[in-house]
């Protein structure tokens, strides 16, 4: 999932790329300051890397669990830098986007969280989390009853179809690619879309034998091979229903309709985005998302300094307030860690996210170049401007703390020995380097933070000989724009993290050279026949096995391929208002959890 951390510990879908986390050269708050403990952090991070389960009807079943102490009444104010680049929830694989519509939107299943951090998925429009057949290859799920949308129109089985259908549109680019890519099968792993071209849009339509809807409360997916983390995916932002009769193809993005807890009742795109309750939303069927608030009003291009400055103040309707994706800024890190009555009011956690300077593998073809840049990046300084410590760890490769497989001591370009960068090495790499592979265009964010991690990058590689030629992107669109495939850019950072605990949700979707293709988050444009049979076989085995060919898979990319630098593994640091309750960190948004939200007074 991408990281908005500006993608999703479970749903990759997370705000760094767009800037949410300020980044600053120096400051009274950076580096040593933090008396945080990263070894410490990294192991209790190690909980999102546990096996999710998969809950029966009577764990599906609403309402959901209440909230101690939890109101009804009031609205909360949500704040925000950079505006959502979508809300039609098939476009959805970041985690701005992926907050709201835990607001407004149902899916077949959903993730239910409870105290300690452990997940368990849940059926959310299904009435279970699934039931499996044919050795894993068959599916099925039965809708819950009296489901509706916010037109008070039930959901059937026809709405699910239709939903999966859309996947396959070319106007949908930017959402997860599992399962119209499982759906599609060997036949078409080249290009899913070729399965269903029209995406249902022209009359037709999957057949039975890849999707079967019998009646109007069954569902039926038929795959080729084994997909035993279904249940998983489909509770993933980007497989929420999207209702036949109301669909606008395009124009959804701006006005979806809801079946969650939540509304539109207003979208100014980029500046507000105001929620009203859904009164044909059910609590009885819902087993994960509450209505305490009346309502959500979305405050866009308030940056990380003044969310932060305002809520440490704490004064007027900034007592009603939370950050959506937003930390704490860097600078003012001592100012709410030193005062007891703010810092108890923050929310700490360890997000899956691995931050890297990406390769545009198109462009900077020389892997001399891209070996002397990972060596040359400066992790220690960009960390610092995440405020040291409470913002990240030094990443010294591209599985995060939060994963299985994760190996905190392998680190072949000496990160963790080095974490300002080795120069020295960088220039010897580069000494037989025509000059004009030294010049590099680098994407950065509109955001505070991108503009502060421009200077951080620009001088990393300015010292070691490369010409960076800098050029700012709009923070809304920034993953839109980075991937495209006809980008013209050299370099840009990006951030993922898993969509649920396993390594096939960092490679296959980051790296797998058939997926290729605009709006894929294979960002690096990676094509290498060996990643690719590798992600084949880990694939097709047993849970052991695989986990050695995904290590396997993450050498041979890091030391032989290189399509990205790592540079640090991302934590989250949040603040709300004092008039906020029930606010908790999220291990499945690595956010404030916003479904259990409530206005004390």
Known sequence: MKSNSSRRARAAIVALAAGSLALTACSKNEGGSSDTDSKKDQQEASVQSKPVVYADAAGSTGPAEVVAGAKTGGTINVYQEAGLSHLDPSQIYVSDAGQVANLLFRRLTQFKED???NVT?????ASDSGKSSDGGKTWTFTLKDGVKDQNGKAITSADVRHTVERQFAKFIFDGPPYLQTWLAGEKYASDYRKLLPGGGFDGKHLPASVLDTPDAKTVVFHFDQARPDLPQTLAMAGYAVVPEKTDTKE???KAPVATGPYKIASYKVGKELVLVKNTNWDANSDSVRHQYADGFDFQFGVTEATQTKRL?????????????????????????IGNASVNKRAVKGYQPYVMQLTFNLDRVKDIKVRQA?????????????EGGAYGGDVAPNYFAPTLPGYEASYDPYDRLKAPQGNIAKAKEILKDVPAAEKKVVFAYS?????????VAIEDALTKVGFDVVAKEVDSASYYEQIGKLDN????????WGQDWPSPGTVITPVYDGTQVADGSPNYSHVKDPKVDALIKKALSEDPVAAAKTWKEAQHYLLEKVIPAAPLWYTKQFQLSGSNIGGARYGSVSSLIDITRLYVKS
């Open 115 to 117: 105290a300690k951090g």
């Open 121 to 125: 998925v849940v059926g959310d429009l």
């Open 251 to 253: 124009k959804y993005d």
């Open 312 to 336: 440490i103040a704490d004064q007027g309707e900034d007592k009603n307030a939370i950050q959506l994706t937003g930390s704490v800024e860097a600078t003012q890190i001592q100012d709410v």
């Open 373 to 385: 840049i990972t060596y040359a990046v400066n992790s220690k300084s960009l960390i610092a401007g």
């Open 446 to 454: 509109s955001t505070e933070a991108g503009q502060k991690r421009k």
């Open 488 to 495: 013209p850019y050299d370099i840009y950072i990006s951030g």
